[in-house]
């Protein structure tokens, strides 16, 4: 039929873009995905403590989004996160693959990219990359959008945001948004310069903190005491999850002359660097949830994704390069434990409060009646 025919040619046409994003391969979506979310969950969940200087007067100090939220944070934040990961992590294999495509060529692994294989031209690819991020754009538009301060109420920031709204941009979540491409386009050229890739793999893709963070607080604001050290941990985590994977290709690495930190570990000195990481990401996790006076759940999630690390590298075989794809891959749930105890934990502030509330009602009832009896 023709429509079939149609179809068939539709996707064959597109089938090299999709390969050049990684649509069939989402771990990288997951990754980049991860610590956003976790940064929209505890500031727009209750999770932390700060409170920003209000907009309107200084002497005030605002709750943040938390106020109505549900223990996940805006949903809409999320699912805005999420197209955005899809969106920006395509971008950024597009952009590695322009890149490396060279190199790409005299590694089995990725010698049938579309660009090494010739699938896609040169000119094809950037403008693959110039069109996600485009798309990109309407995204970080939405996440930027705060209410506005002259609006009624505008210091109640609901979990779901109206399109009846007053808005305005949150301009330090734009100019993060946009910093955002600078070690997105980095982080190709780091493995020609130095022995740590890995290490500018880390400041990207858990860029998501700053952004989240920025996205969920009143004014754009970003907390400081608490973000960095999750961000730290999020760069610790990518160091142990990256090593793994940059183990397949070591042989090919060194025979080109590009560095990674498999490289320069080594076999025999990869698993204490990687259980050093793991120390310190747990490390930093405890740090900001002492800070943020986080409940039990929270350290739950913390052990839990910790020892998911730990497994990894106990098991890991570094030279059978599918068992380090399966390890890699499988850090999918170490992000989503450290969600899962940062939402279970939101779960059980909220619970709280309202417990507290409820019981505090009838003294208060009890305190207004012996008033008007003395009265």
């Known amino acids: 039929m023709p429509w079939q025919t149609h179809w068939q040619a539709w996707r064959a046409r597109i089938r090299p873009y999709a390969q050049l994003s990684r649509w069939e391969r989402p771990i990288g979506t997951w990754l980049l995905l991860w610590p956003g979310a976790w940064s929209v969950a505890w500031v727009g969940g209750g999770g932390s403590v700060s409170r920003p200087p209000s907009p309107?007067?200084?002497?005030?100090?605002?709750?943040?989004?938390s106020t109505s939220s549900t223990p996940f944070g805006d949903l809409g934040l999320q699912a805005a996160f999420a197209i955005g990961s899809v969106l920006l992590r395509g971008a950024g294999c597009t952009v590695n693959d322009l890149w490396d495509r060279d190199i790409d060529r005299r590694t089995d692994r990725t010698r049938t990219r579309p660009l090494a294989s010739g699938a896609l031209s040169v000119r094809q690819g950037q403008r693959w990359a110039l069109w996600q991020c485009v798309a990109a754009a309407p995204v970080l538009a939405y996440i930027s959008c705060a209410p506005s301060s002259s609006a009624p109420d505008a210091h109640r920031v609901s979990a779901h945001r109206s399109a009846t709204d007053a808005v305005s941009l949150q301009w330090p979540t734009v100019y993060i948004g946009i910093a955002s491409l600078i070690p997105l386009t980095v982080y190709p050229l780091a493995k020609r310069f130095t022995m740590w890739p890995q290490a500018v793999l880390g400041l990207t893709f858990n860029w998501g903190v700053w952004l989240g963070w920025s996205a969920a607080s009143p004014g754009g604001r970003v907390y400081l005491p608490e973000a960095l050290p999750l961000y730290a941990a999020g760069w610790c985590w990518t160091m142990v999850y990256d090593t793994i994977y940059a183990h397949q290709d070591k042989r090919t690495d060194r025979l080109i002359k590009v560095g990674s930190t498999a490289l320069l570990f080594g076999d025999a000195r990869t698993r204490p660097w990687l259980i050093g990481f793991t120390?310190?990401?747990?490390?930093?996790?405890?740090?900001?949830?002492?800070?943020?006076?986080?409940p039990w759940p929270y350290y739950a999630g913390v052990a839990g994704a910790t020892a998911h690390l730990v497994w990894q590298i106990a098991t890991v075989r570094l030279n059978e390069p599918a068992d380090c794809m399966r390890k890699f891959i499988s850090n999918q749930w170490t992000g989503a434990l450290l969600f899962a105890g940062i939402v279970a934990a939101n779960a059980w502030r909220q619970r709280s409060t309202s417990m507290r509330a409820s019981e505090q009602e009838p003294r208060d009832e009890k305190s207004s009646a012996a008033t008007s009896v003395i009265g």
């Not at 309107?56 to 989004?65: C, G, Q």
């Not at 120390?279 to 986080?294: E, I, N, P, R, Y």
């Open 56 to 65: 309107v007067d200084d002497n005030v100090s605002p709750p943040p989004r």
């Open 279 to 294: 120390g310190l990401f747990a490390a930093c996790l405890t740090t900001a949830g002492v800070h943020a006076q986080q």
